[in-house]
Nanobody, 128 residues
Framework: QIQLVESGGGLVQAGVSLRLSCVAS???????MGWFRQAPGKAREGVSC????????YYANSVKGRFITFRDKDLHTRYLQMDNLQPEDTATYYC??????????????????????WGQGTQVTVSS
């Protein structure tokens, strides 16, 4: 059983950056670690994922070039660096985990159903 705790959300203006953290109760180097988000009234959508054994990184088209996901050297913490935030990025952000690999490399069509462990979420609100 892996426990995940997100932090780092907040209320910001468009164009600024935020870094979200996801601290896991165990090592993450053998876990596919995904970031997902859900805006009010909308379905959950994929944002990014970093694989475990292959360490590949994948992004939704809507965040490519603005968001980066990476692991801390201690292998317990994963980050989502979000630059040039826009109002459409407003959502609750969740980190999720599953053994070994990302469920899909196509985050545009991944709503997270293939992930076993989830954090409680952190709110990101971007004002225009």
């Amino acid at each position: 059983q892996i426990q995940l705790v997100e932090s780092g959300g907040g209320l910001v203006q468009a164009g600024v950056s935020l870094r979200l953290s996801c601290v896991a109760s165990g090592r993450t180097d053998e876990m596919g670690m995904g970031w997902f988000r859900q805006a009010p009234g909308k379905a959950r959508e994929g944002v990014s994922c970093i694989g475990g054994s292959d360490n590949g990184t994948y992004y939704a088209n809507s965040v490519k070039g603005r968001f980066i996901t990476f692991r801390d050297k201690d292998l317990h913490t994963r980050y989502l660096q979000m630059d040039n935030l826009q109002p459409e990025d407003t959502a609750t952000y969740y980190c999720a985990a599953r053994p070994w690999y990302c469920y899909s490399s196509n985050l545009d069509s991944d709503s997270g159903g293939g992930y076993d462990f989830w954090g409680q979420g952190t709110q990101v609100t971007v004002s225009s």
